[in-house]
């Protein structure tokens, strides 16, 4: 039995050494991770604006996934632009795999017209990847009634890092928008076995429609229906979302298909995730849960997610008013 645990160790561990290797990490709620969908969110609230996220996935398995991330922007309305800076860290199996990233980003805001505004977007990060290989047992630790505290093997690199790109476009008017992100465009980097790899390109698509339902300026008050996709291909993996959500301040309500089956090639079940929040003055505070539509809806433990986001207006109501506002849910 314990040399039947092990080599099941063993393979789960190259099992998320592969996908880690392979796919970014996803939020659900994409809409509350803006830097990290795209550099042109940055200082698209017109102010300052922070917003923590944590995400535990498959908490019920021992791979299980806990993605954190932090980030910090600022509208400057002297120069129409958006400054920004993206932490974020991904702990897979345990620990045993974690990527961390620190980034800086910029965008710049401009009219088409009277009723059409642009973003482009700049995102230049370093990315650090490590294994710890204290947490994996090698076959020539294993013996008939005993476990060596080390291996003779040596071991890869236990760490690596390199640095990265990404650029956006993100077009919106009063209660549309419609942007796309190009990710790993410096994907060269050093791998863990010591050889040059490369990450996959990751595009993504994603926009909505809001409809203000009744809006009360003076409390920063406000009902509406947004409905809402996001679009993502990385190497083989494609993925479709879909959803809306109802804000009647100061509580939110969403519902997401995650995973929508119209790539017949897709590998990936699909997910649903409902979503809740509530908002007090400048801070929101929004939850989701996805549970998966495969046979695995008892096994993985769904997926857990946390957002908060507060806002802090720019000095003077007249300024903060001038600058166009994203009509994607601020939640």
């Known amino acids: 039995?314990?040399?039947?645990?092990?080599?099941?160790?063993?393979?789960?561990?190259?099992?998320?050494?592969?996908?880690?290797?392979?796919?970014?990490?996803?939020?659900?709620?994409?809409?509350?991770?803006k830097l990290y969908l795209s550099p042109s969110f940055a200082g698209s609230s017109g102010g300052g604006r922070l917003i923590m996220n944590v995400r535990d996935q498959w908490s019920k398995l021992p791979g299980t996934f806990l993605t954190y991330s932090a980030s910090y922007d600022h509208y400057i309305e002297k120069y129409r632009s958006g400054v920004g800076v993206l932490v974020m860290k991904d702990d897979?199996?345990?620990?045993?795999?974690?990527?961390?990233?620190?980034?800086?980003?910029?965008s710049y805001n401009f009219?088409?017209?009277?009723?059409?505004?642009?973003?482009?977007?700049?995102h230049f990060y370093y990315r650090y990847r490590n294994i710890d290989f204290n947490k994996l047992?090698?076959?020539?630790?294993?013996?008939?009634?005993?476990?060596?505290?080390?291996?003779?093997?040596?071991?890869?690199?236990?760490?690596?890092?390199?640095?990265?790109?990404s650029s956006s476009v993100l077009v919106y008017s009063d209660n549309i928008w419609i942007g796309t992100t190009i990710d790993h465009l410096m994907s060269m980097s050093q791998t863990?076995?010591?050889?040059?790899?490369?990450?996959?390109?990751?595009?993504?698509?994603?926009?909505?429609?809001?409809?203000?339902?009744?809006?009360?300026?003076?409390?920063?008050?406000?009902?509406?229906f947004s409905g809402a996709f996001h679009y993502l291909h990385q190497d083989q993996y494609n993925y479709l979302d879909i959803g809306a959500y109802y804000i009647n301040s100061p509580l939110m309500i969403g519902l997401w298909y995650r995973g929508l089956p119209v790539f017949r090639k897709n590998p990936n079940a699909g997910a649903v995730s409902i979503h809740a929040g509530y908002r007090f003055e400048n801070l929101s505070l929004q939850y989701s849960y996805d549970f998966t539509t495969s046979r695995l809806i008892?096994?993985?433990?769904?997926?857990?997610?946390?957002?908060l986001t507060y806002l802090i207006s720019n000095e003077g109501s007249t300024r903060r008013r001038s600058h166009k506002m994203v009509p994607c849910p601020e939640f």
């Open 298 to 307: 008892t096994k993985t433990g769904g997926a857990h997610e946390i957002s």
């Open 192 to 224: 863990l076995v010591n050889e040059i790899g490369y990450l996959p390109l990751r595009y993504s698509v994603y926009g909505g429609s809001k409809y203000m339902i009744n809006q009360r300026t003076i409390l920063n008050k406000e009902e509406s």
């Open 92 to 106: 897979a199996g345990h620990g045993l795999i974690s990527t961390t990233t620190l980034g800086l980003q910029y």
């Open 1 to 33: 039995m314990k040399m039947k645990h092990y080599i099941s160790a063993i393979i789960l561990a190259t099992t998320l050494v592969a996908n880690c290797l392979a796919v970014d990490p996803q939020f659900s709620q994409f809409s509350a991770a």
């Open 137 to 165: 047992q090698f076959s020539d630790q294993i013996g008939f009634d005993y476990i060596a505290p080390s291996s003779i093997e040596n071991s890869p690199m236990e760490s690596v890092g390199s640095f990265d790109a």
């Open 111 to 122: 009219d088409i017209n009277r009723q059409w505004r642009v973003r482009p977007g700049l």
